[in-house]
């Protein structure tokens, strides 16, 4: 069997930076099994596959370890194959996924994707795990998706030790550590041991959440966000009532073929 994948970097401000995805095109779903050796043997932090539909594009995520609900940057970098190396003619594109119908937009080098908000609470002492106080947080919030401890300055999120044992115990899919930015109205880092990602690049799904937050707390509908991994990525974000309007760049890296 032969299928045609792509690595791209989404939310990147250069080649080599932002969260590299691998997008494979099908013609038919493989078996799960087959999706999950697939994504394992690509050992990024997500591999998308893509089918073409009627009118719409299916759309599956894939970590090395299980299939996820929703993922923005392998979202960001199927459009980006089909926008700009299949060359398709609309201006916007849809796929279906188990996250609902999402969407994906061309506008000049940067693509937009509209995704739903991931509303957060707020938790007190009891509710949140007793190694969070030690990091002396200003607001621990939790939702359907993440923990996001709100640290005090961006220096504190920067010199933020994971310890993925403990962070893989969390009743979550993962750790978001977040504050207000120097260069940017917020900055993050998102841990995600469980699914074999400790530290991911750029996390578009985790900004579903962090958006709303921040833009309640900054007034704003409009900011502009860092993650703060190793390679570092942009997001440009945007409240949309109940949606969120997630915007980046992207660059290729890789065409081929898998086989076997």
């Known amino acids: 069997m032969n299928f045609e994948i792509f690595q791209i970097d989404a939310f990147a401000d250069a080649a080599f930076k932002g969260n ?20 394992a043997e690509n050992n990024l932090s997500e591999t998308a596959f893509i089918i073409e539909k009627k009118s719409t594009w299916a759309i599956r995520w894939f970590t090395p370890a299980r299939e996820v609900d929703l993922c923005g940057h392998a979202t960001l970098a199927s459009a980006h194959v089909l926008f700009f190396e299949r060359h398709i003619k609309q201006e916007e594109i849809h796929f279906e ?24 609470k707020i938790l007190d002492g009891d509710t949140s795990p007793s190694w969070i106080a030690a990091l002396q947080p200003v607001e621990v919030l939790g939702s359907s998706q993440d923990l996001m401890v709100v640290m005090r ?36 880092r998102c841990f995600y041991p469980e699914l074999q990602v400790d530290e991911d690049p750029v996390t578009g799904s985790a900004h579903c959440q962090l958006t709303p937050y921040w833009g309640a707390k900054l007034g704003k509908t409009k900011m502009v966000a860092r ?10 974000c945007e409240m949309s009532r109940d949606r969120i309007l997630l915007s980046g760049q992207s660059f290729k890296y890789l065409q081929g073929t898998i086989t076997f």
């Open 227 to 236: 993650q703060l991994s190793r390679r570092g990525g942009t997001i440009y």
């Open 153 to 188: 300055s961006q220096r504190d999120v920067e010199n933020f030790v994971v310890d993925p044992v403990i962070v893989s115990t969390l009743n979550c899919r993962g750790l978001i550590i977040t504050s207000r930015g120097q260069n940017a109205d917020f900055v993050s």
């Open 20 to 39: 590299p995805a691998a997008v494979v095109l099908l013609e038919n779903w493989l078996e799960d099994r087959v999706l999950q050796n697939i994504a």
């Open 97 to 120: 996924s188990r996250s609902g119908r999402l969407a994906a937009r061309r506008n000049g080098e940067l693509i937009t994707l509209d995704f739903p908000t991931i509303a957060s």
